[in-house]
């Protein structure tokens, strides 16, 4: 079987991303087809930095722009430069050039500082695709997508909505496989009943509507957050819905920070990442984790061996 051909977007090169890319390229080349989406000047720059040597066999596809590297530093430039290879990568997959993108971590103030409009990946691909994009963080034992992502606290209560909830199912339930996925509620207690909240209520009629629609009961509760990942609430449930970021990978990342990636679903292309930032209190300090990078990978090729988002589930050890 052919390797499959995957476009690697380098991310904020002021962080952990290239170290990770050089790091992990002769594991990564056995399981796929590389290209990374950076130009040799930078590419070079950084593995001045690094002390290492560029391998022979690293296979790039040339993104325009230099600028000097700022190891652990905030900087426009390396902004705009993600922000760059990430269209980059997105295009040779639209193009049939690569099959899948595999991201490295971009820094969202760096984003804004460059005068970009996106919150992060996730955003660019939502407004790009015109597509109701899902993000969704795990690895094999523990799944959840998050309803809203990078909103302030204070505006979670008024997005959680009835319509928009009940799309939000429907089009996971069309990307993963056909397990029960527990919806966590929004309020402490998932509100007692309209004394805490009464948001629980518009959740607890879209999970019927989408179970309706599907069906089967595929999508449970609101559960109440405080108690949702536990041990025994994680033997009955892998996926998980939270309502908003922090209330999903809290737990998430304090269970299985190293192995969890980041897919993006109901997209036209695969697209898988890493699960954590720019680590910029490491960068280019040779102590940067690989795993959740090879991990992504093998999510990837899984995800296009089957066609199917769901395939990302499973298999990646």
Known sequence: MSKKRIAISVGDLNGVGIEIALK?????????????????????????LLDVSVPSDFVLHEVEGSFNIKEGCVDKNAGR???????????????KETEAVVTMPIHKEAWMLAGLRYKGHTDML??????????????????VALFTEHIPLK??????????????FLALHNSIPKESVAVLGLNPHAGDNGVLGDEELRITKA???????????????????????????REKYRYFVAMY???????LKALYFDESI???????????????????????????????????????????RTKTNSSVFGGMD
């Open 81 to 95: 430069y993600s922000y760059d290879s990430f269209l980059s990568a997105i295009k040779l997959c639209e193009a």
């Open 245 to 251: 970021h922090d209330q999903g990978l809290a737990p």
């Open 207 to 233: 999970i019927k509507s989408a179970n309706k629609k599907i069906g089967f009961e595929q999508f449970v509760g609101p559960l109440v957050p405080d108690t949702a990942f536990t041990p025994h609430a």
């Open 262 to 304: 980041n897919v993006s679903l109901n997209l036209p292309i695969i697209r898988t990442s890493v699960d954590h930032g720019t680590a910029f209190d490491i960068a280019y300090k040779g102590n940067a984790n690989t795993l959740s990078y090879i991990n992504a990978i093998k999510s990837g090729i899984l995800m296009l």
């Open 24 to 48: 992990a390229h002769k594991e990564v080349s056995a399981l796929c087809a590389p290209i990374y989406c950076i130009n040799s000047y930078m590419l070079n720059q950084a593995c001045e």
């Open 126 to 143: 939502r407004d790009y695709f015109k597509k109701d994009a899902i993000m969704m963080l795990g690895c094999e034992k523990m799944f």
């Open 155 to 168: 505006d979670v209560a008024s997005a959680v909505q009835y319509k928009k909830l009940k799309e939000f």
